[in-house]
């Protein structure tokens, strides 16, 4: 049985394939790209299988940033919060948790007590916190986003609140000469600052971080003060795709499966 | 006839063989339109932004409606509820005390309510009569109990607010009486209205009572309202005396002994998810851990302060806890 799940992110399209519970492709895609190459509208969003390189599913979910792009023609849209939730559930195993996601535009929090949802908050008027603002400082720096994720020790401070004020800031800091393993980890860390007011509601042991700003060892070190374990997903920027592909997995089949014994008799 | 007011449930057959009109002030509180009105009198003369809700508008009221007798609760209550009877006798309000000991033991229990009876002149046997007579008021109560978690058909708020009630029986349990046998055949007309997911309520009684239709908006329904259940003394049959009757009743004791009869009832009712409501400030929030360690369901937390209706963050948690379950439920798992 095939499952696809479609996480439809500000940023990237992630497309994750799922045979018998186990991950057999993976595909990210720019969002651009993927409505403007893969989909074609026929009063609804459709996607062409074909020009994702695949055949047939027998289920296909999707999730994404707004709810309004996330309906897609044959695919059953969820929550990105539960998305998020069953992908960490399916990753780590684990049932209790604080889940931090981060990508490009949102930051999600959410707290899971026995596999179930039991607390969450959005940034809802701002994006200073999110995988965006470290792109744009990392072109200011000229370097590459996984170069900046390197650098955590001794950073510089970059007080602005606001993510355009920072660039100046941090422009400011190189026109001082400063070192740029200082610069980056002060890039970090500002995102780490910006990050503890939410966190704050959210305490817990473990915290597992999602989004592709998991991928950021900097924040990953920092956060390791606030929680006794922080887990870093395989697949951070998968995740809301296999959290499709794992609802699709225990509800749409299970359901099917019903059905189908119904009909025997 | 003499009004007296209750702070949390006591032995309101004492109170009503003493000829009493008894007044549970938290129903009054609660109920009135400008309920704020209270909290805000108590702030004024200094209760903490930091305290309960439920003892600022207990102390309200007293202030505004000249409550002159009340009973204190001296164990098996907060302490917050101590300070507030320190303060109540400050403004000249005569405080009875009234203890639930808490050793749970049967000679403690009867030591206290025999002197709850000394102080206000009445005998065992009246006490007994009045017992007897409320207990076919709580057979009422346990029916509409029953209207909600077998039959379908009463609905969680119902639940509530009957079970609730019996704390001072509106101040009439003959006029209560009354009004929950008709509400009986009202209820029994009715289809049943089976939800997907069946909830628990536990924990103290909610600052907001639009929760219970809030759920339903997401195909769920409270079947179970633990505290205020234990307020009705559903075990009222099995209890020889009123000291085995008080003796029997979860709430002023250990939580472990609470914790026994919630799992009776979670299996029983077969409830898929459980929604504790705590208090802000309340000792309670603490029991919180214990509680969620100790039940093998899912648990969702919530807090309530001074508001009387759902805030959006609340609402926001509920759906995504109720969505969760709804899936878990689907899972068979």
């Excluded at chain 1, 990210?28 to 969003?45: A, H, N, P, Q, V």
Aim: net charge negative.
């Amino acid at each position: 049985m095939k499952k696809l799940g479609i996480d439809l992110g500000s940023r990237e399209v992630k497309v994750v394939l799922m045979e018998d519970e186990v991950i057999t492709k993976k595909i990210k895609l720019s969002t651009m790209s993927f409505y403007r190459d893969c989909c074609s509208y026929e009063g609804k969003i459709t996607v062409d299988m074909n020009k994702l390189g695949l055949n047939s599913v027998d289920a296909a979910v999707s999730t994404g940033y707004g709810r309004n792009n996330t309906d897609l023609k044959q695919f059953k849209p969820i929550n990105e919060i539960k998305a998020h939730v069953y992908g960490a559930l399916y990753q780590t195993g684990l049932k209790d948790f604080i889940l931090l996601d981060i990508g490009g535009q949102d930051v999600k929090t959410v707290k899971v007590e026995k596999g179930i949802i039991t607390d969450l908050d959005l940034n809802e008027k701002c994006a200073a916190s999110c995988g965006r603002y470290l792109e744009n400082m990392a072109s200011i720096l000229e370097i590459p986003l996984e170069n900046l994720f390197e650098y955590y020790q001794n950073p510089i401070e970059l007080n602005s609140t606001c993510a355009v004020f920072s660039e100046s800031e941090l422009i400011g800091k190189i026109a001082e000469g400063i070192e740029l393993g200082r610069l980056c980890a002060g890039v970090n860390y500002s995102l780490y600052k910006r990050l503890l007011p939410i966190l704050g509601r959210f305490k817990g042991r473990k915290l597992v971080l999602s989004g592709g700003v998991a991928r950021n060892k900097a924040l990953v070190k920092y956060l390791g003060d606030n929680y006794d374990e922080v887990i870093e997903l395989e697949d951070p920027q998968y995740n809301g795709a296999i959290g499709c592909c794992y609802y699709a997995e225990k509800i749409i089949f299970r359901n099917k499966k019903l059905e189908e014994s119904d009909n025997e008799f | 006839m003499k009004k007296i007011g209750i702070t949390t449930t006591v032995p309101v057959e004492v109170l009503i063989a003493a000829g009493y009109e008894v007044v549970d002030l938290n129903n009054i509180f609660i109920t009135s339109e400008d309920y704020g009105k209270y909290i805000e009198t108590a702030e004024n003369d200094g209760f903490p932004k930091s305290c309960c809700s439920w003892k600022k508008g207990i102390y309200g009221v007293c202030m505004k409606h000249g409550i002159g007798e009340v009973v204190g609760v001296t164990e098996g209550d907060c302490s917050n509820t101590k300070a507030l009877e320190e303060v109540l006798k400050l403004r000249g309000v005569k405080v009875y005390p009234f203890a639930y000991p808490q050793s749970r033991d049967i000679d403690d229990i009867k030591s206290s309510i025999d002197r709850f009876m000394t102080i206000f002149g009445v005998g065992l046997s009246k006490v007994e009569r009045i017992r007897e007579r409320l207990k076919q008021v709580r057979h009422l109560v346990k029916t509409i109990d029953e209207l909600t978690y077998v039959n379908g058909k009463a609905s969680g708020f119902e639940n509530h607010l009957y079970q609730v009630s019996t704390s001072d029986f509106n101040s009439s349990y003959e006029c209560f009486e009354k009004d929950a046998a008709s509400k009986i055949i009202e209820i029994e007309k009715r289809a049943p209205c089976n939800k997907k997911i069946r909830l628990g309520f536990i924990g103290v009684p909610p600052m907001f009572c639009d929760i219970y239709e809030y759920v339903e908006k997401f195909d769920a329904h409270f079947v179970y309202n633990e505290v205020q259940r234990e307020f009705s003394f559903p075990r009222c049959d099995t209890a020889q005396s009123i000291y085995e009757q008080y003796l029997d009743y979860t709430y002023p004791y250990d939580l472990n002994f609470r914790l026994k009869e919630i799992r009776n009832q979670l299996e029983l009712r077969k409830i898929d998810g459980v929604i504790h409501y705590t208090q802000a400030f309340c000792y309670r929030q603490i029991e919180d851990i214990v509680i969620k360690k100790e039940l093998n369901l899912p648990v969702l937390t919530i807090e309530g302060d001074k508001l009387n209706i759902l805030d959006s963050r609340t609402k926001l948690r509920i759906e995504a806890f109720l969505d969760m379950l709804s899936d878990i439920k689907e899972m068979g798992t």
